[in-house]
T-cell receptor, first 105, second 113 residues
Framework: GQQLNQSPQSMFIQEGEDVSMNCTSS?????WLWYKQDPGEGPVLLIA?????ELTSNGRLTAQFGITRKDSFLNISASIPSDVGIYFC?????FGAGTRLTVKP | TAGITQAPTSQILAAGRSMTLRCTQD?????MYWYRQDLGLGLRLIHY???????GKGEVPDGYSVSRANTDDFPLTLASAVPSQTSVYFC????????????FGQGTRLTVV
């Protein structure tokens, strides 16, 4: 079946550093979605990508829809403590395993 | 605005017992989903419904059933719970089918002992 591979599994960074995470799929996607989950909450959408090659920003977040339509990345610039959480890529109703981000003040 | 409401918040269930996890949305979304979240595995799709009256199987449907009698409600039933069904269950809805933004409930933490 369809698989989403997300990496890295976890990241420990210093406040102010930039972060990058990515996702690859075994099949072509028409949409890539990036979510963030805070502890004890359900995931919340950060960025949606609808076109191959699309680069979209939302504040300090930037995400790109890969040209092959089988991959996407999410960058967070100048991280702050409230960026802590689990970040998921998603497509076709499926989710990656998540990237757990820890930001040290 | 309530959005997605799940009940109960948490539950301890004896193995072999049945249980229904409730999910209600007030956004008039067509599509609804049930996921389970386990450490290291992310969210895995159990069942989904693209519109009232229809349901479909996700990645891990075995041991679970759903119904979609109306737009707002999408209950998930465990007919005979087993310990491997211990997990956090999330209900979600979206205006359109799977490629659109999904809105999630707060989750139900289920422990099967």
């Amino acid at each position: 079946g369809q698989q989403l591979n997300q990496s890295p599994q976890s990241m420990f960074i210093q406040e102010g550093e930039d972060v990058s995470m990515n996702c690859t799929s075994s099949s072509i996607f028409n949409t890539w979605l990036w979510y963030k989950q805070d502890p004890g909450e359900g995931p919340v959408l950060l960025i949606a990508l609808y076109k191959a090659g699309e680069l979209t920003s939302n504040g300090r977040l930037t995400a790109q829809f890969g040209i092959t339509r089988k991959d996407s990345f999410l960058n967070i610039s100048a991280s702050i403590p409230s960026d802590v959480g689990i970040y998921f890529c998603a497509g076709r109703g499926r989710f990656g395993a998540g990237t757990r981000l820890t930001v040290k003040p | 605005t309530a959005g997605i409401t799940q009940a109960p918040t948490s539950q301890i269930l004896a193995a072999g017992r049945s249980m229904t996890l409730r999910c209600t949305q007030d956004m008039r979304h067509n599509a609804m989903y049930w996921y389970r979240q386990d450490l290291g595995l992310g969210l895995r799709l159990i069942h989904y419904s693209n519109t009232a009256g229809t349901t479909g199987k996700g990645e891990v449907p075995d041991g679970y059933s759903v119904s979609r009698a109306n737009t707002d409600d999408f209950p998930l039933t465990l007919a005979s719970a087993v310990p491997s069904q211990t997990s956090v269950y999330f209900c979600a809805s979206s205006p359109g089918p799977m490629n659109t933004e999904a809105f999630f409930g707060q989750g139900t933490r289920l422990t099967v002992v």
